[in-house]
């Protein structure tokens, strides 16, 4: 073992060799955390420990699987096999069959994973008779879930006077009865959801201090992995069974918590040295992962923030680059710029598709990217998602879009004659198919005339299904008069779907919501090109006829083949590429509008985009968008705060990213420096929770929290480079500032004035010939 701790650094060593108390260790980005606690439990059996009093906590089996792995690697299966290592819930599950009876359990309980749960919650609704477009199932389940982590049981909620008030003022008072009656149907069934499993186990070791204090003595070394990542329940359970010998071990980093939204609370790890008093602190120091530059980048961000264990993180990699900063005109240009980045770099350092990776705020984001590197034809994967119109809220709408362009499709038809839920179920289709079968015709035609058909319904569904084909009728008689854009804007906001949308305010219900307004914002974009560049017609079967062509492209089975990986920023942590994209570093998106405007909120966005940085090797590029559409129209965007955060010494400020064609660089003024150093105000405000939080000054807002009427608001605003406009003036050589493409000059102009052309080289975009009256543009030079 002597020798093997010999490969470890110096703080890595003292980490390591520390087993006589309370320890935590804070190990920076890329600083070899999983070695330390590898070779930690490696030295606890070597100092005599058995392997099974080493109790090893994680938060994913992969992680678990992987360090019991290299364990075995140090002291051979025969030992590693026998020790308590897993996730939270792996761990407390064998505890709680051990000692189920003693909660009123039987051994041999079953556990309902989310989708159970959310089946039996749907069911509760129904009996209670209550309207599930309010007491949407994921919000209930996500309100129960966060009641049990904070280990407040059905008995403490219906007693709390502010949890009571709050459900009122959210127009959901029978939450307590719901929460009741999903635990006690648990119970009665034998069953447990994940939530319980922590809930449970804590309760088991307040009531039963016999059954504690067993524990205690079993587990004689505590080590916890991802320790800022722990919610309430969490950090008990664990304290609990240290109390008794306060031999625990706890690893994490403070700058990477970034999981609040689940439940983890950073003061766990913030108050380690409070809750234990005579704790040793460790801090692994050394970036083994990144060069010098992107280091210290991502040093001067996090210092920014107020609550944080201090530490200065080093490389001693070579210098590397500068992080390059690259501004674009639109969200269309952005795409481009980091598709030809990418296609640039691999051409010059002979690099693969799998050493880069596009990290973005939100999923939506993912569609721009997409289509951009689709153009580019390179091969890319969404990690831990689905492709953009692969989603399930995605593909409802375009399906209604099927059903408008085709109404006897039927796949189209049966995805959404009952969504949004209109009161028409299984029997009422299987009775359409049944009857369409006999009589040789389409689901649509049963439903024009369900008597001619012999359909057998009574009168009330006879009476929804004439509403749904009314309804389809409407948006059939528009197809030739709206362009793509308003009629899919109607459909949107008559089927249902957006009132349904924003009825689920849950995380993956905001989500859902900022996937359709993308969806919108393509279509917008889409029908603008069109006809900017006289590409075609404009109507919803020209964008099908498009989308199904890219949808296609999403099914290629080639799972060996290289690909560029796409992904949230959330679920790139504890990954590393070489070559790292950091898009969409605008106020309102990268810090969400629904953070920033808290404290907390705001620190948390903060070390997310310090969480992306240290995701980089070698290179890294920060992009963002002088404007995007968003809420039914171009939005001016401001550069994201974060980026003043950063020290300028470590970026390339001035960076030109062109990528492909001879156009070369523009002479004009650089913008980057004034767009980000020249933007001042500030306000404040408070976010509303049941948590009165520290209000935080910020920025002129430019776009506030996205809303419902926004979000079906057809009407497009009239933005600064007015369609048309100057088209009289294009003359060869001038220089032009597009809408969406950014800069480029114009090379050709023809045509007569009504039908004017100009052929624009663009410093991103490449060569678009434009109709002008149509286009969007101001002269610049």
Known sequence: MDNLLNHLNTQQREAVEYIDGPSLIIAGAGSGKTRVLTYKIAYLMQQGYHPQSILALTFTNKAAREMKERIAQ?????????????????????????????????????IFDSADSRNLIKTIIKQFQLDDKVYKPARVQATISNAKNALISPQMYAQNKEL?????????????????????RLKASNTMDFDDLLFYTNCLFRDHPQVLAAYQERYQFILVDEYQDTNFAQYLVVKQLADAHHRVCVVGDDAQSIYSFRGANIENILKFKEIYSEAKLFKLERNYRSTQNIVNAANSLIKQNKDQIKKTIYSENDEGEQIEIASAFSDFEEGVIVSNKIWDLRRDKKASYSEFVILYRTNAQSRIFEEALRKKNIPYRIYGGLSFYQRKEIKDVIAYFRMVVNPYDEEAFRRIINFPARGIGNTTLNKIAEAARLHTVSLWE???????????????????????????????????????YMLATQIVKQSGIASEAYQDQTPEGMSRQENLQELLGGIHEFCESRQEEELGGIGLMDFLSEVSLLSDQDTDKEADKEKVTMMTIHASKGLEFNNVFIVGL?????????????????????????????????????????????????????????????DTSYLNVNARVLGGGSFGVLNRPDTYTKDLYDYTGSSSGS????????????????????????????????????????????????TIRHERFGIGKVTAVSGDPDSRKATVEFENSGVKQLLLKFARFEIVG
């Open 164 to 184: 009571i008030e709050y459900d009122r003022r959210s127009k959901m008072p029978v939450i307590k009865d719901i929460y009741r009656e999903y635990n006690n």
């Open 586 to 646: 605008e106020e309102d998106l990268f810090p969400s509008a629904m953070a920033k405007e808290e404290f907390r909120g705001l620190e948390e966005e903060r070390r997310l985009f310090y969480v992306a940085i240290t995701r980089a090797k070698e290179f890294c590029m920060i992009t963002y968008a002088k404007s995007r559409f968003r809420n039914g129209q171009i939005n001016a965007c401001n550069p994201s705060r974060f980026l003043r955060d950063i």
């Open 687 to 734: 976010f509303p929770n049941r948590v009165q939080r520290q209000p935080v000054s910020r920025p002129e807002s430019q776009q506030g929290n996205i809303s419902r009427s926004n979000f079906v608001n057809a009407k497009t605003a009239t933005p600064k480079a007015s369609a048309g406009g100057n088209a009289g003036e294009v003359q060869v050589g001038a």
């Open 446 to 484: 049963v439903i024009g005339d369900p008597l001619s058909y012999n359909l057998d319904v009574n009168a009330g569904t006879a009476k929804k299904l004439y509403g749904f084909r009314e309804l389809i009728e409407g948006f059939i008689a528009q197809l030739k008069e709206l362009s793509a």
């Open 74 to 110: 140090l002291i051979g299966w025969q030992y590693a096999r026998y020790l308590w290592m897993g996730t939270f819930h792996s761990v407390f599950s064998r505890i709680l069959r051990t000692e189920a009876e003693k909660i009123g359990f039987n051994a041999n309980f079953t």
